[in-house]
């Protein structure tokens, strides 16, 4: 599958041509994209499905009478028997559990997708496939493993895709990677409860996290068995208890023998993060 300059094909895409250049805010350029797609995708982060969904932009799709798909990545660090009870609780459909590391579901989310196309029943120009998410949940990595190789930019930093990137599926099959996008009424530097939402699903880096301690307390409130069992600490389910044999553990210690909280907190962080404890 090769990778391709951006630029849409048709009349009725022709309005974003070129829409790297011009330096739109991120939410402004994905409605776009969701505009001018004819199918979307909603990837979510298995581990937190209602977290990691855009209403913002599930409206606006549903509103336009689009088909979305709703992908959940990172099935691999999950119970999946719980989760599709979750998902039949939640009644999203269609929705596909993948993993991009073991590539369980992709030749069933392709099908889908090639599915949901050929239903169109369109001549005229390509299919518009567009892919939105939050960051970090693993849009270009769907697009990778989708297209069979490699062409769309990957990193471990949330918010890595910078630009829009175009990538054919089939002949007649074009997706649409965008950068990951929070709602706008959740972000914020400042509110607690925002921070500690977007850290735990992994929407923010460390980099921009004041108070790893937080999130370790949020995160041992929800998954403290398996944390512990991660880690081989028996703490209780008391973060503070945790973070203290931990350091230890690691040596990551301050002067005068005392646990380095900051360091090993942000340690805890990462490796939830990085999808290393299953949920």
């Given at each position: 599958?090769?990778?391709?300059?951006?630029?849409?094909?048709?009349?009725?895409?022709?309005?974003?041509?070129?829409?790297?250049?011009?330096?739109?805010?991120?939410?402004?350029?994905?409605?776009?994209?969701?505009?001018?797609?004819?199918?979307?995708?909603?990837?979510?982060?298995?581990?937190?499905?209602?977290?990691?969904?855009?209403?913002?932009?599930?409206?606006?799709?549903?509103?336009?009478?689009k088909k979305i798909i709703y992908v959940l990545n990172k099935s691999d660090v999950v119970d999946t028997e719980f989760k599709i009870q979750e998902i039949g609780l939640l009644g999203i459909s269609p929705c596909i559990l993948v993993s991009c590391k073991t590539r369980r579901g992709v030749s069933k989310l392709?099908?889908?997708?090639?599915?949901?196309?050929?239903?169109?029943?369109?001549?005229?120009?390509?299919?518009?496939?567009?892919?939105?998410?939050?960051?970090?949940?693993?849009?270009?990595?769907?697009?990778?493993?989708?297209?069979?190789?490699?062409?769309?930019?990957?990193?471990?930093?949330?918010?890595?895709?910078?630009?829009?990137?175009?990538?054919?599926?089939?002949?007649?099959?074009?997706?649409?990677?965008?950068?990951?996008?929070?709602?706008?009424?959740?972000?914020?530097?400042?509110?607690?409860?925002?921070?500690?939402?977007?850290?735990?699903?992994?929407?923010?880096?460390?980099?921009?996290?004041?108070?790893?301690?937080?999130?370790?307390?949020?995160?041992?409130?929800?998954?403290?068995?398996?944390?512990?069992?991660?880690?081989?600490?028996?703490?209780?389910?008391?973060?503070?208890?945790?973070?203290?044999?931990?350091?230890?553990?690691?040596?990551?210690?301050?002067?005068?023998?005392?646990?380095?909280?900051?360091?090993?907190?942000?340690?805890?962080?990462?490796?939830?993060?990085?999808?290393?404890?299953?949920?």
């Open positions: 599958m090769a990778r391709v300059r951006y630029s849409f094909s048709s009349r009725r895409a022709g309005h974003v041509k070129n829409i790297r250049k011009q330096k739109k805010k991120i939410p402004d350029l994905v409605r776009e994209i969701v505009e001018s797609s004819d199918i979307i995708l909603e990837i979510l982060d298995a581990r937190f499905i209602q977290e990691t969904r855009n209403k913002e932009f599930e409206e606006l799709i549903k509103h336009q009478g392709r099908n889908r997708i090639k599915i949901e196309a050929k239903k169109l029943n369109r001549t005229d120009r390509e299919i518009q496939v567009g892919i939105i998410g939050y960051p970090n949940t693993g849009k270009s990595s769907i697009i990778n493993v989708l297209s069979g190789g490699a062409p769309a930019r990957t990193g471990a930093e949330a918010g890595f895709t910078k630009g829009v990137q175009k990538i054919r599926l089939s002949s007649d099959i074009l997706m649409f990677d965008t950068p990951g996008v929070i709602p706008e009424a959740e972000y914020s530097h400042t509110r607690e409860e925002a921070i500690k939402k977007h850290a735990t699903i992994g929407a923010r880096t460390l980099n921009t996290i004041r108070e790893p301690e937080i999130i370790v307390l949020e995160l041992m409130k929800k998954f403290p068995s398996q944390i512990e069992k991660f880690y081989g600490i028996e703490a209780k389910g008391d973060p503070e208890v945790l973070i203290e044999k931990l350091g230890r553990k690691k040596s990551f210690l301050r002067k005068g023998g005392l646990v380095d909280e900051n360091r090993t907190s942000r340690l805890i962080v990462q490796d939830w993060q990085d999808g290393k404890i299953r949920a």
